[in-house]
């Protein structure tokens, strides 16, 4: 089970940071987002020993994916952040498989952030 909190209502330009706690060891965590009349889009994801997140491109040098193993917590620090970040953001849980790719299992119940232009 995750828990995901941290979403919230700010300004074009500013930061927030997003936390994700599972009830359990999970080998790979990310967060994904759904924008109003969108589909569901990968942001970012982790291992478990954290070495080379992956981003997508629209959040590159803006976003930090990061976590604490001994908390079962992954963390999204949003800087910079634009009105098209405004979404639903999910944090996702699931078990690494070959050439990068990961079964993404578990889902947290999303926090929206909306971003203020």
């Known amino acids: 089970q995750l828990q995901a909190s941290g979403g919230g209502l700010v300004q074009a330009g500013g930061s927030l940071r997003l936390s994700c706690a599972a009830s359990g060891r999970t080998s790979s965590m990310g967060w994904f987002r759904q924008a109003p009349g969108k589909e569901r889009e990968f942001v970012t994801a982790i291992s478990w020993r954290g070495g080379s997140p992956d981003y997508a491109d629209s959040v590159k040098g803006r976003f930090t994916i990061s976590r604490d193993n001994a908390k079962n917590t992954v963390y999204l620090r949003m800087n910079s952040l634009k009105p098209e970040d405004t979404a639903v953001y999910y944090c996702?849980?699931?078990?690494?498989?070959?050439?990068?790719?990961?079964?993404?299992?578990?889902w947290g119940q999303g926090t929206q952030v909306t971003v203020s232009s």
């Open positions: 996702a849980g699931g078990t690494p498989r070959v050439a990068g790719k990961v079964d993404w299992l578990y």
